[in-house]
């Protein structure tokens, strides 16, 4: 997507951006690059009238739009002021309950609620937890790029290989069997995909097509439950609802939005962290060949450089609980900010030369896994792994791999691709 549609204008000023358009996340990188290092100039974050959505209610107040490295690492780690639990942090607009129970799980909650939930399934992402999915990993990596060297060039690397790897390990830690990979991945594409016509082609019919992957998803995961409780496995599910920590259990419905949570953006955050790492090596041959020179050492870095321009997730939402002054401006109660972290990755003030691409970048305090606090990544530690290990594959043998234009997702909250085409 480089190209700007006939009739488009430029984006010249602050006043041409609205962040709540469709038109604008359909526009170019580099154009959206543009935008947000305006907003970011600006001596106050920008203010932005909510989108009109048909399942919303009412139409709401607005929102602030905080574009800055500083302003985002504040907001994360004062949860008691900026909350997430009151309308959801995943959407602009407040929604129906049984959508922000759906969708988002932990995200969308605020501690007491929070601390439990996280303290109950936490223990299966630890560092320690990760290490004994390495070997699946590895092999799971292998056979991908055995099936990539099969199929031959001109594939789709989005389908091929990027959406595979995250899509089998979350699966396999799920205790979800092959046949239903499929099933999940369509599903996965659905809730995060439903604003671009490829996955839900009819506007109106958004909200239904939400609530029914929701709800397949929620049986799937219902039917596995029974399962596991008689017969339990050593896979996630069966930890889950048989755990009992401190004498806590998860709730059904806990269970089910938790299952959400974890198949939707284990899949589709990795899968596009993958695929942009895939073309930002295309398009930048040194870095490629600097991290051919000595892969290992340099893989720490060049992945935490990929998730800083990737930034799969564009932001999320925060709802401020009281009056409160940050950063020189002031928030009032009720207010509502979207936390860009795709904007932040790029700010000149944090970051040297923020557009380029350097795996070599140290310090690299990025928030492509959100901010700091309690709502920071859960799956950050097995979304590098995956990376590292898929990148490692790929790199070993398939050197001169290279991407070609990506196709992005059309989606305000997910810094998608959809499909993109690779040779070797």
């Keep these: 997507m480089t190209t700007r549609p006939t009739g488009r204008a430029p984006i010249t000023s602050v ?7 469709w038109d604008f996340w359909a526009r170019p990188d580099e154009e959206r690059e543009h935008a947000f290092r305006l907003l970011r100039d600006l001596d106050t974050p920008a203010f932005f009238a909510e989108p009109e959505i048909n399942f919303a209610g009412t139409r709401g107040p607005g929102y602030h739009a905080l574009v800055r490295h500083a302003d985002i690492l504040e907001a994360s780690r004062t949860p008691e002021i900026f909350c997430s639990g009151d309308g959801g942090a995943t959407n602009i607009p407040d929604l129906p309950a049984e959508f922000t129970e759906y969708f988002g799980s932990m995200i969308n909650m605020d501690d007491p609620r929070h601390a439990r939930l996280r303290r109950i399934v ?6 320690r937890m990760i290490r004994q999915f390495e070997a699946d990993v590895e092999a799971a990596a292998s056979r991908i790029v055995d099936d990539l060297l099969e199929t031959g ?14 899509l089998k390990i979350i699966c396999d830690m799920a205790g979800i069997p092959e046949k239903d990979y499929g099933f999940v991945f369509d599903r996965s594409n659905v809730i995060l995909g439903a604003t671009d016509p490829e996955y839900v082609g009819d506007p109106q019919g958004i909200a239904h097509a939400l609530l029914t992957a ?10 596995l439950a029974a399962h596991r409780t008689e017969r339990p496995t050593g896979d996630l599910i069966s930890s889950l609802v048989n755990a009992n920590i401190d004498g806590e259990r998860l709730t059904a419905q806990e269970l089910a939005s938790f ?16 695929s942009s790492g895939m073309r930002l090596l295309t398009v930048n041959p040194d870095q490629r060949r600097l991290w051919l020179e000595d892969f290992e050492g340099r893989a720490p870095r060049a992945v935490e450089e990929i998730v800083r321009l990737a930034a799969p997730v564009n932001y999320m939402r925060r709802k401020v609980t009281r009056d409160h002054e940050m950063n020189g401006t002031r928030y009032r109660a009720g207010e509502k900010v979207l936390l860009f972290y795709w904007a932040a990755n790029r700010d000149e003030r944090v970051f040297a030369d923020p557009l380029r691409f350097d795996i070599l970048r140290d310090p690299n305090p990025h928030v492509g896994f959100g901010g700091p606090g309690p709502h920071f990544c859960l799956g950050a530690h097995l979304a590098r792994r995956e990376i590292t290990v898929m990148f490692r594959e790929l790199l070993r043998r398939v050197p001169r791999i290279e991407a070609g234009e990506p196709e992005r997702l059309l989606s305000s909250f997910i810094n998608g691709v959809k499909h993109m085409p690779c040779t070797f």
């Design 214 to 223: 929701a709800m397949e998803l929620q049986q799937l995961v219902e039917d």
């Design 15 to 21: 006043p041409d951006i609205d962040l709540s358009s």
């Design 122 to 127: 936490s223990r299966a992402f630890t560092p």
């Design 153 to 166: 060039p001109g594939c789709d690397f989005v389908t091929e290989v990027a959406a595979k790897l995250p």
């Design 259 to 274: 299952f959400i949570l974890l198949v939707v953006a284990g899949n589709e955050t990795t899968r596009n962290a993958i």
